[in-house]
């Protein structure tokens, strides 16, 4: 009994601790007022006006301090960053005939790799233990023996993947295509020209002085990327609509050698878009979504090691793949660390710095054996979105940050249902959340993205209004048999 | 793996541009397991190449992009999901059954230079290029039990090619197959579920208790995980339509006006003409596998009637009447045997039926032609058999519908060893001058 007991004295008193810390300006407050009233009301109206007469105020003091506080305040609300405001978000949905079984998965790579057992073999490893699902979708192309990646058939996917997340954002905003004044399409492997964002243009015929950007080779984490750089524009350009895609086309970047560090994104990737519709006008407050309260970029391409982490190169027979390091795990700990010490100061309670910090100074000055001490993120967001990278990412972020199995819920149930989408992925895990009906008004949700770079990237969302059981998304048909139990190797 | 016969250079260009995919069903199975009867197991080495020929205004307006089409057969799929798994072997006696893992359906895309016009004056051994020659092995787990090709004509018209293991179904399930298909291409929806308990039972009513070993079965292998038989001598295939006219004709030679019996007749004047022109060695035990009693359900079963036949008196010099007679009378029902040979060993042993002896199979009631695009059914249908004895079979197919026929009467198709097969087209010229 006493170890059960002391941990929940413990959680009592470490409640208690926070809600001091936290509320410690309240809690001064309140008696300091009250005291004051009482003061003001004992002494009574006439002797308040001769204390007033007293200070032997004139005209121009009198000006001076309005000026000053009229002026402060100015600058004040000037300066104040625009709120961003996301409306809405749409997601694209593969049809049933691009899904790939296990099975399926497995046989076309031993047609493919018929020279190569050993290779097939360790596919085979790699998708009994990824944490996919039955229902995950590939691309038309790669469903033929052998894959067929023409830049047509590229072209085509990305297409039909951009074109129907983007048809369902404007039916569900009622937004017209002229009305939106900035456009970001982040696609790191597939960079034609015309870009990806002039295909966007030239298909909605957008008005020609649209402020369009395209972001490519920024890997996995570049959703918050964009979202950042359109903030940015947002800041500058008053009352406007920023459009944001974020998508990886999967048909150009299927590894067709046999190298097994490159063979793993095959086992992973699969196709997904996400469309993000963004604005600073006040008149969306009321139907806005989420407010965009912080994005934190953290990019370890300094050192080398975690440069060449994730790294696209040509094998020995010349074939390109993406080659991921054995130091992948180690380098996005430490891309998280560096993330997590930014973020904190903005996010976490008082309580939680104020532990951090004498963890810290103890840690320096007293006895450098002791524990680091880890902020409790859970008390800084109620959700939390986990790049949907693999199974060994969610894990080890888990352990991390001390996340519960519902924390990390949507990121796996992603990896399940979508497979790893790479940039739209945060996306498929807030809508599991919302279709869940788990997102409420004020609730804050955390997304965070590992990428090539290597970069950690974050962005901290509020919710403006409570989103009951959104019916209109990807995870609308199959929401009720979620959660499901993922075994730990699906022996196929 | 897949066995293209002689692929030359005219081949190609009679049909190119193959392309391979896999299809399957829609919506994931999940755990379910496929049990084929011992009858279903006799059939295993044993291959039907189901060829459908459609014109363009059966396929006019219909929209078959490839992403419609293929919405379309996955959604066909999730009623058929046993033909989109893959084999597997019990531990313990090692008899195969099939894990419904959604692995799919192989799905060949083709194109042809042809007309639907051309290709139906082809003789019909070229219709092979128009389905796959897959068998089942050498790896059971990653064989297909069906293939599926299309191929474009230059005219608009199209056909399917299904390539289809005995073990799932006899020729009248994949009629019923098939023509789930139409209404789906057709954009309609379906309007049940699937269900999830479809395993044959494995129990065979049978009169007489199980004695003797069956005629119509011979043992062959044992060929492991490789369900296929080398060919024993070099087949040839050939097709002729006879109208109904021709079938009256027929029947009222051997004086019995009142009932025509196409099956018995057909098969007995091509029994009649093979024992003439085999003298010496004249085949006086023939097979005769007929439908066995309709079903109400629309499971894809084995459901046919395996028969035997011995004929005691010279066939060659036999009145037709008489044959017929044999035919329709005395044939020992023997498929009681044959499930009781298979279930002896069903993991070890490996027969062939199919031309174990000469087989005359009786398909006339196959509804081959129900596969209806826009509203209307292929213009031909033609159906071989491979995986067989060196003995040959018989194929007595509907014939085709069409207004240009006028009348159904009956496709015959021959699969039977080259070395006799024109000496018999020349015999069979002198009862039914007109086949080709």
């Known amino acids: 009994m006493e170890p059960i007991s002391s941990s929940v004295r413990l959680k009592y008193v470490k409640l208690g601790y926070s809600y001091l810390v936290n509320h410690f300006l309240s809690l001064i407050s309140i008696p300091l007022m009250a005291a004051a009233t009482v003061e003001i009301l004992r002494l009574g109206p006439v002797e308040i006006l001769a204390v007033l007469r007293s200070l032997h105020l004139d005209m121009i003091q009198v000006l001076c301090s309005c000026f000053l506080v009229i002026f402060v305040a100015t600058v004040y609300f000037v300066s104040k960053p625009r709120p961003i405001y996301l409306v809405n978000y749409s997601l694209f949905k593969a049809q049933p005939v691009f899904r790939v079984p296990f099975s399926t998965f497995m046989e076309h790579s031993k047609l493919n790799l018929r020279d190569n057992p050993k290779s097939v073999e360790f596919q085979m490893r ?7 699902g039955e229902e995950t979708c590939l691309p038309p192309a790669i469903h033929y023996i052998p894959p067929n990646p023409t830049m047509e058939a590229a072209r085509s996917e990305a297409q039909m993947v951009i074109f129907s997340a983007i048809d369902d954002l404007l039916d569900k905003t009622g937004i017209k295509p002229k009305d939106i004044d900035i456009l970001v399409v ?28 395209n972001l490519s080779g920024m890997g996995c984490s570049a959703s918050p990327i964009s979202v950042d750089l359109a903030r940015d524009l947002l800041q500058v350009h008053p009352n406007s609509y920023a459009l944001v895609i974020s998508t990886e086309i999967i048909t150009p970047n299927y590894y067709q050698g046999k190298e097994r560090a490159m063979l793993l994104p095959n086992c992973l990737f699969r196709m997904g878009c996400a469309a993000i519709l963004l604005t600073n006008k006040k008149k969306e407050k009321k139907r806005a979504k989420y407010q965009l309260l912080h994005v934190v970029r953290t990019h370890k391409g300094a050192d080398d090691k975690a440069y060449r982490c994730v790294f696209q190169e040509e094998d020995p027979e010349g074939k390109i793949g993406i080659s991921l390091s054995k130091d992948l795990m180690a380098i996005a700990g430490e891309a998280l660390k560096s993330n997590i010490t930014t973020i904190g100061p903005l ?146 | 793996m ?79 999901y046993e033909t989109c798994g893959r084999f597997r072997r019990s531990d313990d006696t090692g008899r195969p059954y ?71 179904g006899d020729a009248f399930s994949v009629a019923t197959f098939m023509n789930s298909l139409g209404p789906l291409l057709k954009g309609l929806q379906p309007t049940s579920s699937p269900n999830f308990h479809k395993s044959p039972s494995n129990t065979y009513n049978s009169a007489k208790a199980v004695t003797f070993d069956p005629l119509s079965m011979k043992k062959v292998g044992p060929v492991g995980d490789n369900w296929a038989i080398d060919p024993p001598c070099e087949m040839d295939s050939c097709s002729f339509h006879l109208t109904t006219q021709q079938l009256a004709q027929l029947c009222e030679s051997e004086g019995d006006s009142s009932l025509i019996q196409p099956f018995e007749s057909i098969s007995a004047v091509i029994w009649r003409a093979i024992a003439k022109i085999k003298v010496g060695s004249e085949p006086n035990v023939v097979t005769v596998i007929k439908p066995g009693p309709k079903a109400d359900d629309t499971f894809l079963r084995n459901n046919q009637v395996v028969s035997s036949l011995k004929a005691d008196f010279s066939v060659a010099k036999a009145h037709v009447r008489d044959l017929v007679a044999l035919i329709c009378n005395q044939p020992e029902d023997e498929t009681a045997q044959i499930a009781e040979q298979v279930g002896q060993d069903p993991g070890g042993s490996d027969f062939i039926i199919y031309g174990a002896n000469l087989t005359f199979v009786d398909l006339g009631g196959a509804e081959f032609y129900g596969f209806e695009l826009k509203g209307s059914g292929p213009e031909l249908v033609n159906c071989f058999v491979d995986g067989l004895g060196k003995k040959g079979v018989v194929l007595v197919l509907p014939g085709p519908k069409s207004v240009k026929h006028k009348d159904e009467g009956r496709l015959v198709t021959l699969i039977l060893p080259k070395s006799y097969l024109e000496e018999l087209k020349e015999e069979l010229k002198k009862e039914w001058p007109l086949i080709t």
């Open chain 2, 2 to 80: 897949v066995n293209y016969n002689n692929k030359g250079e005219d081949e190609e260009r009679l049909v190119y541009g193959h392309r391979l995919s896999s299809i399957g069903p829609a919506k994931v199975t999940g755990e379910v397991i496929y049990e084929p009867s011992n009858i279903d197991l006799a059939m295993k080495l044993h291959y039907l190449r189901v060829v459908y020929l459609f014109d363009k205004e059966a396929v006019e307006g219909l929209n078959l992009s490839l992403i419609k089409l293929k919405e379309a057969l996955f959604s066909w799929l999730n009623f058929y």
């Open chain 1, 126 to 132: 790699i998708l009994e233990r990824s944490g996919l």
């Open chain 1, 186 to 213: 982040n696609c790191s492997l597939f960079s034609p020209t015309p870009s990806l964002s002039a295909m966007v243009v030239n298909k909605y015929k957008m008005r020609s002085n649209i402020r369009s950007f």
């Open chain 2, 98 to 168: 099939i894990k419904c893992n959604d692995c799919g359906m192989r799905f060949v895309e083709a194109k042809s230079s042809l007309t639907l016009e051309e290709w139906l004056n082809l003789p019909a051994n070229s219709l092979r290029l128009l389905v796959p020659h897959h068998v089942i092995g050498p790896e059971l787990n990653f064989s297909p039990p069906t293939f599926l090709q299309m191929t474009f004509f230059e005219c608009g018209g199209l056909s399917f090619g299904l390539s289809w293991t005995h073990v799932l």
């Open chain 1, 347 to 492: 996010v976490l309670p008082a309580s939680e710095q104020l532990l951090f910090l004498f963890s810290f100074l103890g840690r320096k000055f007293f006895n450098p054996k002791w524990k680091p001490y880890i902020p409790d993120f859970k008390q800084a967001f109620e959700h939390f979105c986990i790049h949907a990278g693999g199974r060994a990412v969610i894990d080890e972020l888990q352990k991390n940050l001390q996340l519960s199995h519902e924390h990390v819920e949507p990121s796996r149930m992603t990896l399940h249902k979508f497979g790893n989408t790479s940039s739209s992925s945060l996306w498929y895990e807030l809508a599991y959340i919302e279709a869940k009906g788990n997102m409420k008004k004020g609730d804050r949700v955390w997304q965070i993205a590992f990428g090539s770079g290597f970069k950690c990237n974050s962005a901290v969302w509020k919710c403006n209004r409570t989103i009951k059981d959104q019916r209109d998304g990807p995870w609308t048909e199959c929401i009720d048999r979620y959660p499901v139990h993922i075994p730990e190797v699906n022996k196929l």
